[in-house]
């Protein structure tokens, strides 16, 4: 995830005052980093939206953890240092055991967060998850009300998963809202912006679709890549104006980390100045995170680098603690994904950027060749934007 606000806010404050502002401290943790897991604690859902990674529907699944089991997986998450939860589904809100698992997750101090479409939350749901104390609830809208519904499946998702997020603002909530670009959504996306700041809803989290790319292509001339650019540059803007203005809004974006390379082209182009320090931050952060600094527990206890890994198990919680499944480096994928750098190939061998996207979406790589150290074909920066040089025939 590329916390755009933050990288900007610095910029700003380095416009302000002429200064960079200095780096944050950071303690380095025995044993190196613990990464934020992904807990879908249900693949149970009221919906059937169109991009569902989780393929999820409105029945029960057999097999998934029970609630002694979660219990005994938070505790081992705990013992194992890891900082922050998120709660997500399917739609988390009908898992039986949630409430256990917040109650539990907030004791033992986790940062919690819950991801949810928003639209079985009334104001008594709105008072049980504002009592339950969580730190982040995301919500999804695709687009304006008929995108949405048409998104969702659902006449009516639109206008029940924004009055959610009134009511859990009206409780003093941190709300947020997440949007996934596509052909069919793009048109909604300054709307979507717009009414992010008529509600003063806190975040706006932008993910890209993981979607299949195809080879060697004009980037710049791909109507796709085009609209890509396009959201970015209204996002950045959206980010800088915030920024600049001390609004306490924040822009994130996620699944496309080539995100923190044109961020840092869109700074250079307008303050030069700050490009070289900004670059450090972005080299600091490393782009890419899958099994390094997010995890994901599925509902049937499975663990994978992240949630779009679904189809690579790198083990089972009910036979092995989460934190020996995750050290594991048995696992080809996994070895691959901690190394630094990556052992990545294609154009994304040659890139002088990839210390900042650290090599961007694998997936994106292995479901279009088969190979998860291939280019990211979701790339949407040219050659001669990043630096890549071509020999002459
Ligand atoms: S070519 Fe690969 S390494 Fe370079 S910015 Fe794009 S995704 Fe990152």
Known sequence: MLRISQYLREV?????????????????????????????????????CKHCYALSADHAYPGELDEAQMLAVLDDLKAYGVPALILSGGEPLLSPHLWAVARRARELGFHLGLSTNGTLIDAAMADRIASHGFDYVGISLDGLRETHDRFRRLEGAFDASLAALRMLQGRGLNVGMRYTLTAMNA??????????????????????????????????????????????????????????NAEPAEYVSGNNDADG??????VQARWPEWAAPLRERLVAWGGNASGVGVANIDNLGHVHPDTMWWHHDLGDVRERPFSAIWEDRGDALMDGLKRKPRPLQGRCAACPQQAICGGNTRVRAQQVTGNAWAEDPGCYLEDAELGIEHEMA
């Open 187 to 244: 048109q909604d996306f300054a709307p979507l912006l717009e009414l992010m700041r008529a509600e003063r809803i806190g975040k706006f989290y932008f993910s890209h679709l993981n979607y299949a790319g195809r080879g060697n292509i004009h980037r710049a001339r791909d109507a796709r890549f085009a609209a890509t650019r396009e959201a970015m540059d209204r996002l950045f803007q959206a980010a800088w104006s915030a920024a600049w």
């Open 261 to 266: 390379v044109y961020l840092l082209r869109w």
């Open 12 to 48: 700003a404050q380095a416009e302000r005052t002429g200064r960079y502002p200095a780096a944050p401290a950071t303690r380095a943790r025995a044993g190196g980093p613990r990464p934020v897991v992904i807990w879908n604690l249900t693949r149970r859902c009221n919906l059937t």
